[in-house]
């Protein structure tokens, strides 16, 4: 065991799987000599040298496109896209080629690659470096989605990233890059990929939500009445979506509050209601509650922590909640 920050554990799971299998390569802007932007990569060019840890031109479309084209000839690479915003030239590539080629290619080709995306706010980051798109891209099939909270599961779910046959976006919330450490196993394991934490158990209401806005729910849950049986749940994979933990934590609680930091409209938490509404109906004794970000562009620093579902916005919703 050893003490990781998020960053920490993320360059260790990085080096313990280019160590274990020679086809892991690492490309992107500033990831080799630099590091990273965040030095997530830092010391792994040194390690394994430019050929395995490759800087390259700021092309997102390119870097995707050239993940590709490795993973089709076999190797299991790992792009990073600097911020969540630079997502967007590398759209097409990822949507239209990376999701698609199993099912174009009748199975005969898998593309095996993980993008690494620093993803979120509260780190009084420019336009474009702090938003939430992982609804866009758990929208489209052909690719998995997942976005861990804890160095913990950030090792574990991302050597179960690298490992698997098909294209996975591994969002990591940067706002808990640096911000606590915790016992990290320094050997081999994985966690699964689709399978979502219960943080805490509770009985009177079940907060549903991902990434750094963990840690905003159990601060919110600290300041309300001990009485109150909060059950938090940390998805970690947001597609394929855990939803038996789910369903199986709201008839027991008969309330929801889901947390996110996209803007309300089309986010994942209307997709967790609706499947709420589904398996869930008959046990429900108040309707599911949302506290996101609002239906605009991420303001600048000055007001973002507004913009974020703080814990006194997360709070009153399961106060709320719990007084219907």
Same mark, same amino acid.
């Given at each position: 065991?050893?003490?990781?920050t998020?960053?920490?554990?993320?360059?260790h799971?990085l080096?313990?799987?280019?160590?274990r299998?020679d086809?892991?390569?690492?490309?992107?802007e500033?990831?080799?000599?630099?590091g990273?932007v965040?030095?997530v990569t830092e010391?792994?060019?040194?390690?394994?040298g430019p050929e395995?840890?490759?800087?390259?031109?700021l092309?997102?479309?390119?870097?995707?496109?050239?993940?590709?084209?490795?993973?089709?000839?076999g190797?299991r690479?790992?792009?990073?896209?600097?911020?969540?915003g630079?997502l967007?030239p590398?759209y097409?590539?990822?949507?239209n080629?990376?999701a698609?080629? %199993?099912? %174009?290619?009748?199975?005969?080709?898998?593309i095996?690659l993980t993008?690494?995306?620093?993803?979120?706010?509260?780190?009084?980051a420019?336009?474009?470096?702090?938003?939430?798109?992982?609804?866009?891209?758990?929208?489209?099939?052909?690719l998995?989605?997942?976005m861990?909270?804890?160095?913990?599961?950030a090792?574990?779910?991302?050597?179960?990233?690298?490992?698997?046959?098909?294209?996975v976006?591994?969002?990591?919330?940067?706002?808990?890059y640096?911000?606590?450490?915790?016992?990290?196993p320094?050997?081999?394991?994985?966690?699964?990929?689709?399978?979502?934490k219960?943080v805490?158990?509770?009985?009177?209401?079940?907060?549903?939500?991902?990434?750094?806005p963990v840690?905003?729910?159990?601060a919110a849950?600290d300041?309300l009445?001990?009485?109150?049986?909060?059950?938090?749940?940390?998805?970690r994979t947001?597609?394929p979506?855990d939803v038996e933990?789910i369903?199986?934590?709201?008839r027991?609680?008969g %309330?929801?509050?889901?947390v996110h930091?996209?803007?309300?409209?089309?986010?994942l938490?209307?997709?967790?209601?609706?499947?709420?509404q589904e398996?869930?109906?008959?046990?429900?004794?108040?309707p599911?509650?949302?506290?996101?970000?609002?239906d605009?562009?991420?303001?600048?620093?000055?007001l973002?922590l507004?913009y974020?579902?703080?814990?006194?916005?997360?709070?009153?919703?399961?106060?709320?909640?719990?007084?219907?």
């Amino acid at each position: 065991m050893a003490q990781m920050t998020l960053v920490q554990a993320i360059n260790h799971a990085l080096a313990h799987e280019m160590e274990r299998d020679d086809r892991v390569v690492v490309l992107g802007e500033d990831v080799g000599l630099n590091g990273g932007v965040f030095r997530v990569t830092e010391g792994l060019q040194k390690r394994f040298g430019p050929e395995r840890v490759a800087d390259t031109p700021l092309a997102e479309s390119g870097i995707m496109g050239t993940a590709i084209g490795l993973a089709m000839a076999g190797m299991r690479p790992v792009p990073e896209i600097q911020f969540e915003g630079f997502l967007g030239p590398a759209y097409d590539q990822l949507v239209n080629h990376a999701a698609r080629y %199993r099912t %174009r290619s009748r199975g005969a080709v898998t593309i095996p690659l993980t993008v690494r995306v620093p993803v979120g706010g509260g780190i009084h980051a420019p336009e474009l470096h702090s938003d939430s798109p992982e609804a866009i891209y758990a929208h489209h099939p052909g690719l998995k989605v997942v976005m861990p909270s804890t160095p913990y599961d950030a090792k574990g779910l991302l050597l179960s990233a690298i490992r698997d046959p098909d294209p996975v976006v591994f969002f990591e919330p940067k706002r808990v890059y640096r911000s606590f450490r915790e016992d990290v196993p320094e050997d081999d394991y994985t966690i699964p990929i689709g399978q979502a934490k219960v943080v805490a158990e509770g009985t009177d209401v079940t907060v549903v939500t991902w990434g750094a806005p963990v840690f905003q729910c159990l601060a919110a849950m600290d300041e309300l009445p001990e009485d109150a049986s909060i059950e938090l749940i940390d998805l970690r994979t947001i597609y394929p979506i855990d939803v038996e933990t789910i369903v199986e934590s709201v008839r027991k609680t008969g %309330r929801c509050v889901v947390v996110h930091e996209a803007p309300k409209t089309a986010g994942l938490g209307a997709e967790i209601a609706t499947l709420i509404q589904e398996h869930c109906f008959l046990h429900l004794e108040a309707p599911v509650q949302r506290c996101t970000g609002f239906d605009t562009v991420m303001p600048y620093y000055k007001l973002e922590l507004d913009y974020l579902p703080e814990s006194p916005r997360i709070q009153k919703a399961i106060e709320e909640c719990l007084a219907y």
